[in-house]
């Protein structure tokens, strides 16, 4: 799981939406599990926070809440406001799960605060790897000659 963790960490790029923060995008391994920390500011500390799927947050199915009680099933959000993040964490993750998620904030009056993120769930192992992945990278930035 750690490792799971690092390699979200390490290969996964962040967005800014307003005040919330996460990745844009994340591969992962049909069976696996992933825990997806989600970053908010100050002002959203006792705000509901929702994790949904959809294309838009606009049009999303809010899949889990910082507010209900959750099973230990397929799904389940955490908020740690003492550290301002929320911890969404999917299992079991089937090549169907690949689709946009949103990470939001409810607020009363206005359009909530959310950022995205592109969940790929891919079968069999995983094409990159840590080193094939810098290899690429350092390739990729090496000056190219004309």
């Given at each position: 799981?750690?490792?799971?963790?690092?390699?979200?960490?390490?290969?996964?790029?962040?967005?800014?939406?307003?005040?919330?923060?996460?990745?844009?995008?994340?591969?992962?391994?049909?069976?696996?599990?992933?825990?997806?920390?989600?970053?908010?500011?100050?002002?959203?500390?006792?705000?509901?926070?929702?994790?949904?799927?959809?294309?838009?947050?606009?049009?999303?199915?809010?899949?889990?809440?910082s507010d209900s009680?959750?099973?230990?099933?397929?799904?389940?959000?955490t908020d740690d406001?003492?550290?301002?993040?929320?911890?969404?964490?999917?299992?079991d993750l089937q090549?169907?799960?690949?689709?946009?998620?949103?990470?939001?904030?409810?607020?009363?009056?206005?359009?909530?605060?959310?950022?995205?993120?592109?969940?790929?769930?891919?079968?069999?192992?995983?094409?990159?790897?840590?080193?094939?992945?810098?290899?690429?990278?350092?390739?990729?930035?090496?000056?190219?000659?004309?």
């Open positions: 799981m750690a490792l799971i963790f690092f390699l979200l960490i390490f290969f996964a790029e962040l967005s800014e939406n307003n005040s919330m923060e996460m990745f844009r995008y994340l591969r992962a391994q049909s069976g696996e599990s992933v825990t997806v920390p989600c970053f908010y500011d100050l002002e959203y500390k006792h705000h509901v926070k929702y994790w949904c799927k959809g294309f838009t947050r606009s049009s999303c199915t809010v899949m889990a809440r009680t959750q099973a230990e099933g397929k799904m389940s959000v406001p003492a550290h301002l993040v929320i911890l969404v964490t999917m299992r090549v169907k799960d690949t689709d946009w998620y949103w990470c939001g904030a409810e607020i009363s009056g206005a359009v909530d605060d959310s950022a995205c993120l592109y969940l790929n769930v891919v079968s069999g192992k995983m094409m990159i790897h840590f080193y094939d992945f810098m290899t690429n990278i350092s390739d990729f930035l090496k000056p190219q000659s004309t």
